[in-house]
């Protein structure tokens, strides 16, 4: 054999990983042969933690440690707004921000029929189920400006809009910061198509 | 823009050519077989990144050889070098522009603008409606960077909502039908938008075809591109008309678990003297108006992104004659610089030529200057 066993697999098991090709799997796993036993074992123990410790929130469906996550826990947060995202690491890219002191929603996904998405395969059902328990004044979509998000954001809107409360987009378009001339002619393009007033 | 030369190497049954360009007219003379197309179609991989006629970069390799390059020097405001070479055994395309890699194909689309009259034009007078959509969507496509764009997400939109018909169709449930009209507002906002560009865009591209036609044409036949979106021609009409079509067909489309509602079902039906060409038109006004919307395409990309296209006419004059040929090769002038092949110099006579142009003669895969 050309390539000892352990090494084969370890190149098999790292190029599984989302954005990691089989020449990057090689280097990784070339990297963690030469590596000191320590450094080996804190990097496993820290993907083993990470899978046995952190669990999903019970209300948000964020990443946490516990059975409620930091930001539900929270008392300085405005519990009359909540911001539906796709995935947890949405919820990380707006935290980021520092404009948001509201709550979240993770979804786990988005609608798709081709790949078989319906509504109950993701958590729309628990999304009402807190409009229906708590006191919420303020939907906030935040899904990404795709076909499957559009569709996704259109499902839930017509939804919550019956319920009295009033439901926002994160708006969509030019970068911040960014001239005009060095945006790409489709974000323009849509940025005029979806003007609001002023 | 003008394309100054090229170079080919093992492209097809080039083995190695380096061809210099008139600014003018280029007329390309070969037998069928001999590699005259070959530069065409060379020219249009340097604009687009593409082959031609859909063929895969693998069959343009010559027969006995592992890659091919092709380079090109264009010559805008500054000048611009592309080179595009493919290799067998990596099957990997790689595309340069002024020595810098481009990895993206979108980021060379646009920058060499071309508009190609070829045998296939047939189609678009003779096929089916959607031969005619093809077209118009790529003109306005080429021009509007947003409509490619809205395009793309339509199309994937009515993928997922043709998918979703199905499955109800298949096994009727309250989780899936609970999803139609999210799918279908989403069809309904892309889709509004589509039928506004094309709008707008066929009221523009009469003028130019009309021009156009004139101009290969000496009688006085009226062409006309008519389009409307289920009886409607207003912009502001559109999503209520797309609304009420989808609320009247709700069922149907349950019924047959498809799509049966949208601009992708649009006709644009081409009119001669206020007849359906289709239907009534005889083979030399088929022929005149395929020439005549590719004319019109010219001089609407021109106007529209301020730039001249390349202009690439295949193999066309053979089946012409030759007052026709005459009259569309003074016309050729008012383009600029334009590569056309033909088969024997059974036309060549009659055309007008200038000594700027350039005849460029190929036999098997070697290109001689007459
Ligand atoms: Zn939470």
Redesign the interface.
Known sequence: MLIAEPLQIAIEELSKLPGIGRKTAQRLALHVLKSDINNVNNLLNSLKDLKEKIKFCKDCFNISTDDLCDICKSVKRDRTVICVVEEASDVIAIEKTNEYNGLYHVLGGVLSPLSGTDPESLKIKELFDRLEKEKINEIILALNPDTEGEATSLFLAKRIKPLGINVTRIARGLPIGGDLEFADEATIGRAVINRSSI | MILKSIYLKNFRLHKSSVLEFSDELNYIVGGNGQGKTTILESIYYLCTTKSLNGSSDYESVNFNEEFFEIKGKFFDLTENNVVINFINESKRKNIYIDEKQIYKSSEVIGKFPVVTLTQSDHAVTFGSPGDRRKFIDSVISQT??????ILI?YN??L???S??LS?IKERYSP??V??L???S??LL?NGS?IVKHRLKFIDEFNVYVSEAYKNVMEESEIPFIDYDFYGSKKVDEIKDRFNEELTTNRNDEIRRGTNLVGPHRDEFQFILNGKELRKYGSQGQHKTFQIALRFAQFFYMKDKIQKSPIFLMDDVFGELDSYRAKKISHYLKEIGQAFITMTDFTNYKFLARNEKDKLIEVSEGKAVYA
Do not use: I, M, P
Request: hydrophobic share 25%.
């Open positions: 509007s960077e947003t409509y490619l764009k997400e994937k939109t993928k997922q909502r998918s979703l499955q989780v899936l609970d999803q009209d999210a799918w507002e989403a906002k938008e």
